[in-house]
């Protein structure tokens, strides 16, 4: 992509309506506007980014046996009215009526609708266990939208939705839920750890919020410090092996870690003081296990192995998938901008050309382009007829954690310029070394999607 030809319509001035880095930032790097309070038109870069992070949450829930669909946005009032949550929701649920009178809602969570189909199509225990999973459009009427898309009013979230026979075939849902949490959040640069919390509306006992730690965060959380030494990594992991997943939740859960919902103080005590710690997190997902709650209110039953039926146990799994734009910059940035982690950056690098015009430093950065594209690669050339300077500051500010800078003086070696945003480290490599160090650092971050 040229940037003389894309819309990045990045801010010079700091909006004053921005308290959060996260929030400043994604404005100025020209990634949303707001159009209402807490609603927000995805830019072009920031509508890349949100892409990105939606397929890497695709690619994880498909590789744990999960299965996509897409739910409407609009939901009837009646099946909320089968469930009793039509008035228990209260004040964030968004109502409307249609032309003909009927009660209408934007979906705030889709338990219902999900509990719908299931119910329609499924009528034996054989064809469980089911999960069925879609991002989509959320609406909820936040009292008090604020952070950018961080406490959004409407936002993009991942809801996923287990059918199992018995309570412990739906704790196994729960436990691979929370093992393709870890590995969706790590792949995105991000440590986010599972924390017991409370289950709110949604209901159920069993619930972990994932936490990112951060100073901005709106949650206030309590945990042993020896939790954040622990990676899940490269491991193999089979979704079906009912206690590898256990291990994992009890590898990830068994220290002391949770939000003022469910603190305890007395517990607190018995971790070793110099390792007891309270900070602030941003929740990025949250689990739950609520057993046959919608099942029961709403007729979900499954034929069982002796003809009598039963209702299925069910639990529900989210990702804030456009707060996790937020996260990521509030835990990756620096002064000059963003910091993007390689596995969610809307542009794989960045080509600054230092004298446009100059025929051979043009040819140059078109050839980078090319190979790069022709590699898989994308990369965002900056041929604008500008000040060297302000290249360099819009690069930075958008946070793309490579560049490659194109001069005639490097250009008469035969060399090029290859830096990390990250590190501010450069070195002079031949083009074609420069693609080659690009292709093997993107490597890993491969994503399949849907
Ligand atoms: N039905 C369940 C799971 S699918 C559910 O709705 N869970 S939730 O309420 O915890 O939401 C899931 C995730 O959405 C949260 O962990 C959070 O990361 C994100 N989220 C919730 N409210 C907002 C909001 N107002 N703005 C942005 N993201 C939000």
């Known amino acids: 992509m040229r940037l003389s030809r894309y819309f990045l319509p990045v801010l010079k001035e700091t909006p004053s309506e921005a308290q959060i880095v996260s929030h400043r930032l994604m404005l100025r790097a ?3 506007k707001q159009s209402a309070a807490g609603i927000y038109s995805w830019l072009p870069l920031g509508f890349k980014v949100l892409r990105k992070i939606e397929n890497i949450v695709h690619d994880e829930q498909v590789r744990a046996g999960h299965i996509p669909i897409q739910m409407p946005i609009l939901q009837s009032a009646d099946l909320w009215r089968e469930s009793g949550r039509y008035e ?18 934007y979906t705030p969570t889709a338990e219902e609708l999900v509990t719908d189909i299931f119910r329609a199509h499924v009528s034996s225990y054989k064809d469980l266990p089911l999960t069925l999973y879609q991002i989509q459009w959320k609406f909820r009427d936040e009292i008090r939208p604020r952070f950018g898309v961080m406490r959004g009013r409407e936002f993009y979230m991942k809801d ?8 412990e075939d739906a704790l196994h849902a729960y436990n691979r839920h929370l093992v393709s949490y870890l590995r969706t959040y790590e792949r995105m640069g991000l440590q986010a750890i599972p924390m017991r919390a409370d289950s709110g509306p949604i209901g159920g006992d069993d ?7 951060a100073e901005t965060g709106e949650s206030e959380v309590f945990y042993d410090s020896e939790i954040t030494e622990l990676k899940f990594g490269n491991r193999e992991i089979d979704y079906d092996d009912k206690a590898a997943c256990r291990a994992v939740l009890e590898e990830f859960t068994s220290r002391y870690a949770r939000t003022d919902e469910t603190h305890d103080e007395a517990k607190f005590a018995e971790v070793p ?4 710690r309270s900070a602030r997190g941003i929740e990025v997902g949250q689990i ?11 007729g979900a039953t499954v034929q069982g192995p002796d003809g009598k039926p039963v209702p299925v146990h069910m639990g529900s799994h989210g990702i804030g998938v456009s707060r996790l734009l937020g996260a990521i910059i509030e835990a990756s940035h620096d002064e000059n901008g963003i910091i993007w982690p390689e596995g969610v950056t809307p542009f794989h690098c960045g080509i600054i050309n230092l004298k446009q015009g100059d025929e051979e430093a043009d040819a140059a950065c078109a050839a980078l382009e090319a190979s790069l594209e022709a590699l898989g690669l994308e990369p965002l050339y900056d041929d604008r007829k500008e000040r060297a300077g302000g290249k360099f500051a819009t690069m930075d500010l958008i946070g793309l954690p490579w560049r490659i800078t194109v001069g005639p003086r490097g250009l008469k070696n035969g060399v090029v310029e290859l830096t990390s945003r990250r590190t501010g480290e450069s070195e002079e ?7 080659q160090k690009l ?6 971050h491969k994503v399949k999607g849907l």
């Open 273 to 276: 003081e110099a390792r007891r």
């Open 288 to 298: 739950f296990y609520f057993g046959t709650k919608y099942s029961d209110a709403m």
């Open 160 to 167: 996923g939705y287990n059918f199992d026979l018995t309570k």
């Open 88 to 105: 228990a929701y209260g004040e964030e649920m968004l109502r409307m009526k249609d032309r003909q009178g009927r009660d209408m809602l």
């Open 30 to 32: 020209g990634m949303i």
């Open 429 to 435: 490599l031949p083009p074609e070394e420069a693609v």
């Open 207 to 213: 619930t972990h919020e994932f936490l990112v730690l």
């Open 439 to 444: 292709v093997d650092i993107y490597q890993p």
